[in-house]
């Protein structure tokens, strides 16, 4: 016993030291600040919870809590729906070419969200851009995309979906993976059969899964930020502002320090929502079976 | 035989979504390999006439592109280099070694992991800001410009994080302790055992966290543009944006950019893809 502890702490003490000092005391001042009215040139002054309550009286962050969620919903049923149904196809056992088809899916994953920013801007370019001279060709009306109030944010929604989609078809491949072949040969002995055989064996089992992949979307839509900042700057008139943006505008180019921390205790906690209800969740399924 | 005409069809699906995957990147190949004239002039065009390949020499001079690929070339490298060599170090520990605050320690770590990033990086900007004694500082941070605008502010808060150390700790989980404990009575020393044996076997684990943090900071965005003030020190995907700022319309030059933006990770994924699959499969289930 004592020999194994010899310089345990050695080993832990680097990593910790950044732990500390990037993590843990940031999550300490930003609490403290979200109290304070805090513009870095004054010392911090404590005004209690004044900050939560103007953010939740500040039009502009609800307009951007709508429009994260607007994003979150469209988001997260695009890409899930297509996700699962590539991983489905991907592990049936008659598809050849699985990696070349995984590679391709994955590209759009490990290419950045301001690279790909700036592809889609120059496809969505209303004059010159591929898409709009594509739909005059074919006589169909145009559309001015993420310069138009109603289409930015599907716009920008299709934009992420084809830049995410890839990670989640891995996700699903090795969570369908995990479940035992015999399972499927059993209930197909019994006479099930396609979607009888999704709905009522694959889907319950990767139950874990389904869950991770909805959660981790959740909290990853609701991060929104780079490509909104890119490509619209939160435009036409706070259309596409989204909460992270918001937090950004406010603690970087308003110098609201305070006000900027409240809203990220905000997101955190929404964050927070949706882990716990996904921790809750795969317990009680794993207690089901 | 509807059997038959189901699994046509799913290839197509298949084919068609790994076409829609890839041919925004071949239009900007294509893009970027027109002159200005021929983009206005055929917008619709895949085969450019003259193939301006001098775009690509443009972009250096009428944009920072080599000092920009440099910076985040350092940042990449220095975040995966730190957390490659301290992250499988705490993880074995918090595995493989029975200690005093073991599991509060492990707790700590994993609520560390539930802090979205946009909660701390308010404070760590300020944390760089007010760090004593460099960059004009004092003793207590104040007078100049500390760690902002610096290497060092765009690599350290981002080297080490909690998952890295919970994704070694899970592996070297995995390990046999046998080994281990094969070297401690041959009376190795404790790093040596870690360094020699334990590390070697975790190659797969550490292979991720490099490949993980290599890509998050080249791919990163909002931290550079927090940390970062002058142009000597911004990254690639910040020169994009900064580049797209000034000249927007110049879209034949801004693919050629963006294509050198995207090479660098696209040649890692191609070495390395069994790792990021691997890599990726293995956090969903650790859920």
Known sequence: MRLESRGAYLFILPAFIFLALFFALPGIIAFILSFTEYNILNPPKFIGIKNYLTVFKDEVFLKALINTSYFSVLYISGKFILSFLIALALTKPQIRFKRFFLTCYYIPVITSVAAASMIWLWLYEPNVGIFNNILSFLHLPTSKWIYSSRAVIPSITFMTIWKDFGYSVILFIAGLSSIPKEIFEAATVDGAKGWILVRKITIPLLKPTILFVLVTSVIGSFQIFTAIYIMTQGGPANASTTVVHQIYLNAFAYLKMGKACAMAFILFIIILFFSLVQFKLVKESEEYY | ?287
């Open chain 2, 1 to 287: 035989m509807s059997g038959k005409i189901v699994d046509k069809l799913i290839i197509l699906f298949l084919i068609f979504i790994a076409i829609w995957s890839i041919i925004p990147f071949t239009w900007s190949v294509v893009s970027s390999l027109k002159t200005r004239e021929y983009i206005m002039k055929h917008p619709l065009s895949w085969i450019p006439k003259p193939l301006a390949f001098d775009n690509y020499v443009k972009i250096t001079t009428k944009f920072r592109i080599g000092r920009d690929f440099v910076n985040s070339l350092i940042y990449a490298g220095g975040t995966a280099l730190i957390a490659m060599l301290l992250c499988p170090m705490a993880g074995y520990a918090l595995a493989k070694k029975k200690f005093k605050g073991r599991n509060i320690l492990f707790i700590f770590v994993l609520s560390l992991m539930m802090i979205p990033h946009q909660v701390t990086m308010i404070p760590n900007f300020l944390i760089l800001k007010f760090f004593p004694l460099v960059g004009g500082n004092n003793i207590l941070g104040q007078g100049g410009t500390g760690l902002l605008d610096t290497y060092w502010g765009l690599i350290l808060p981002k080297a080490v994080q909690p998952l890295f150390i919970f994704l070694a700790r899970q592996f070297f989980l995995s390990l046999p302790t046998s080994l281990i404990e094969a070297a401690r009575i041959d009376g190795a020393s404790e790093f040596k055992i870690y360094w020699d044996i334990a590390l070697p076997l975790a190659k797969p684990a550490v292979t991720a966290i490099g490949i993980f943090a290599f890509q998050w900071s080249w791919n990163d965005f909002i931290w550079p543009l927090i940390v970062t003030r002058s142009p000597e020190m911004e990254t690639i995907q910040i020169g994009l944006q900064v580049f797209n700022d000034e000249f927007g319309d110049l879209w034949n030059l801004l693919m050629a950019a963006t294509n050198v933006a995207i090479l660098p990770m696209l040649i890692i994924f191609i070495i390395f893809q069994k790792h990021f699959f691997k890599g990726v499969s293995f956090m969903g289930s650790y859920r």
